[in-house]
């Protein structure tokens, strides 16, 4: 995707599960699940799947290239260092995408280059010269991100970005590599960076935020204000430590605020819930029960006022519909928090039928069970009305 190929009020979805999410720790997955999960991403609609690292080991080099070859739809990209051997192996292993991106990277903050590199900011600029034009020999499509940009000094990080753009690179994504930076600082960073490296104006500009102080989506959507048109994220959030922006979070944020924004994402909203089952199943990450939007209490109510408005009213409590991705319907979850309206709802939904009276009776019944237990199932509530209460 160039940028002027881009349409400016849609964000592009870069998925980052099958790499920086295949990064948390204790998950490997091999190709035929990654291969499962790059389908189910296409179905999802998202725009770019980053399939792996190929350099990293046989297994991630086989699995991009399989997925390269046979997933249909989104732009395919590998990550490489800016290293000649690692941007070869990516370009190995997705030559037969129909449309493949080379995304490289290296280190900008001086803490990286001076510990980890054990090397200079002159030759952060000379690996960056070389390996963007390396990379470009290859593909047209050229993703640069100076890593750890949100701990680097803003002059050097432009100076760096412009030298990416002048050698080719079509994307240009600036990560918050461990999680730091706040949004108002993240904006400021991106605007100074506007200023300083003018080429920014002609490439699409990407965020990439880590979530280890829980700022991941926010920042990320910072970044898109500020004017980024590429979004990485993760399904279910996975990624490094505490992982990256969480794709379901960023995608429902964005549709359903679109109105107030003018901004939306090509994704096919109502695949986001399978897409996180599968993610979940196949990595053995479980999703915890109020995670937003994919949850299973995302849509579910127990308070007696919550159930009450959302059986006259679904919008009393609701911002969004729970088919918009991909569940059958909101739920109703019978505790001790549970009022009349929602008890007479579940039973009718058993073929009970209960008003007045009888209903009052069932009531006290029903909380002294709730009172019990932590949920009442449809078996509590058929042994609750007995059938001397039905003939009442
Ligand atoms: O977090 C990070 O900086 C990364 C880069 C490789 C983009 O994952
Ligand atoms: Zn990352």
Redesign the pocket.
Known sequence: MTPAEQDPNQVLIFDTTLR?GEQSPGISLNTSEKLEIAQQLARLGVDIVEAGFPIASPGDFEAVETIARQVEGPVIAG?ARIHVGDIDAAWNALRDASRPRIHT?VSTSDIHIEHQMRSTREDVIGLTRAGVAHAKQYVDDVEF?P??ATRSDVEFTAEVVQIAIDEGATTI?I?D?VGYTMPHEYTAFLGRLYELAPGLRDVVLSV?C?DDLGLAVANSFAGVLAGARQVECAINGLG?RAGNASLEEIVMLLRTRQADIGLDTNAVSQEIARASRLVSRMTGYAVQPNKAIVGRNAFAHESGIHQDGVLKNRETFEIMDATSIGLDSNSLVLGKHSGRHALRDALAQLGIVVDGATLNTAFKRFKEIADKKKQVTAMDLEALVTDELREE
């Open positions: 920086d990550l990277f991100s890593m750890d994504n990560p590599t990439h880590h490094e």
